[in-house]
């Protein structure tokens, strides 16, 4: 079946270094493929997002490049700052099935510190 | 502002009680889900409706029950027969049921046994 390995964490930082959060993902056919952030006690938001190979995915500074030829979607930011703390997940969703049904990582949490 | 709202934040179970969790979207979304989401781990999915009247079980549908009576309605109900209850339950929605669309989320319910 499907399945999303994600860096293992907690991952600390100071701020204004350099972020990189690696995932990668089994699955048939072309999947969609997703990056959530979770802030302490809400639910998931949407921070960006990649449909096909090559595809880049950007959003308030943050960017993944769905690679298809590694199966990787690694997370990066060039400058991280107190207010990224968060637990951030990969997840992907096959082309033909309901979105709901994504496949989820384990989440990697990230402490940036002053 | 349109979006998904659980209630209540926190909730406790007594033994052989059944609770049930609320979750009201106004996006007009025809998908919704229900998650479970425990410490260090991915989200589960638990059950899913595409349509008013219809749901389907999910990876871990075992000792919860829901219904789906109105649109913008899905109730999560958390059985006697759930013998690890607690976790943080997510529900979600989305625009459609295609593989690329977004997953929009709610702040969650968690759920303690006393």
Redesign the interface.
Known sequence: GDSVTQMEGPVTLSEEAFLTINCTYTATGYPSLFWYVQYPGEGLQLLLKATKADDKGSNKGFEATYRKETTSFHLEKGSVQVSDSAVYFCALSPYNTNAGKSTFGDGTTLTVKP | DGG?T?SP?YLFRKEGQNVTLSCEQNLNHD???WYRQDP????R?IY?S?IVNDFQK?DIAEGYSVSREKKESFPLTVTSAQKNPTAFY?C?S?P????????F????TQLSVL
């Open positions: 998904i659980q934040k998908a919704m889900y260090g781990q991915g989200l999915l899913y595409q999910g997510l979600a989305s459609g049921q295609g593989g690329s669309e977004k997953l989320f709610g702040s969650g």
